[in-house]
């Protein structure tokens, strides 16, 4: 079984702290294919739901060997704690490696 890499927004707390929200952003997040697609989307999807985070699908993109797939979102966070319970979810689905 893959190790499970925790994911944050990449920013150290004081880059966090410089942030000026509301911020619209592009965040990529790259999947494992253990799963459907498909079914990877509708969990991130109700996520984005669930932490009432406004989202665009915008595309996907596989790797060169197959092996993982990126899916990239338009996103709105709020604040930095709507941040943070978001990053917190994305953690939480299994198939998630990393969300830049």
Do not use: W
């Not at 990449?10 to 799963?35: A, C, D, W």
């Amino acid at each position: 079984m893959a190790k499970k890499v925790n994911i944050t927004s990449g920013l150290s707390n004081e880059e966090q702290e410089q942030i000026e929200f509301p911020v619209s952003y592009e965040i990529k997040i790259i999947v494992t294919l253990k799963r459907s697609v498909i079914i990877i989307k509708d969990d991130i999807e109700n996520l984005f739901h669930e932490v009432k985070t406004p989202y665009k699908f915008l595309y996907e993109k596989d790797s060169k060997k197959g092996t993982y797939t990126s899916l990239t979102y338009q996103i709105t966070l709020l604040n930095k704690p709507h941040m943070d319970e978001l990053y917190s979810g994305l953690n939480k689905i299994e198939d998630i490696k990393m969300a830049i």
